[in-house]
Nanobody, 117 residues
Framework: QVQLVESGGGLVQAGGNLRLSCVAS????????MGWYRQAPGKQRELVATITPPRNIYYADSAKGRFAISRDSGKNSVWLQMNSLKPEDTAVYFC???????????WGQGTQVTVSS
């Protein structure tokens, strides 16, 4: 059974930092691109950042220069370090795992990030 469990969300003031964590189980972690997505109220879910097994990284324009994604296969974990947070970063953040070749995708339950102005 595949499980992705996020943690680290919370309430932070604008300009603050948060580090989201996601632990995966039930998957061969080294075969999956790991990613973070977010969904704000009334908006579609959007990609924030991804990191492939060879550690090729992609950031959405909104994340460039402020967020950093990383992974550790030994811990079956992926992190999203979020710095200089803005109110527009407020959303539920989801961890996702996509099989590197097959495209099978799994989602976590999400963690709320709220940035106050």
């Amino acid at each position: 059974q595949v499980q992705l469990v996020e943690s680290g969300g919370g309430l932070v003031q604008a300009g603050g930092n948060l580090r989201l964590s996601c632990v995966a189980s039930g998957v061969s972690f080294g075969s999956y691109t790991m990613g973070w997505y977010r969904q704000a109220p009334g908006k579609q879910r959007e990609l924030v950042a991804t990191i492939t097994p060879p550690r090729n990284i992609y950031y959405a324009d909104s994340a460039k220069g402020r967020f950093a994604i990383s992974r550790d296969s030994g811990k079956n974990s992926v992190w999203l370090q979020m710095n200089s947070l803005k109110p527009e970063d407020t959303a539920v953040y989801f961890c996702a795992a996509e099989h590197y070749t097959l495209g099978t995708m799994y989602w976590g339950q999400g963690t709320q990030v709220t940035v106050s102005s």
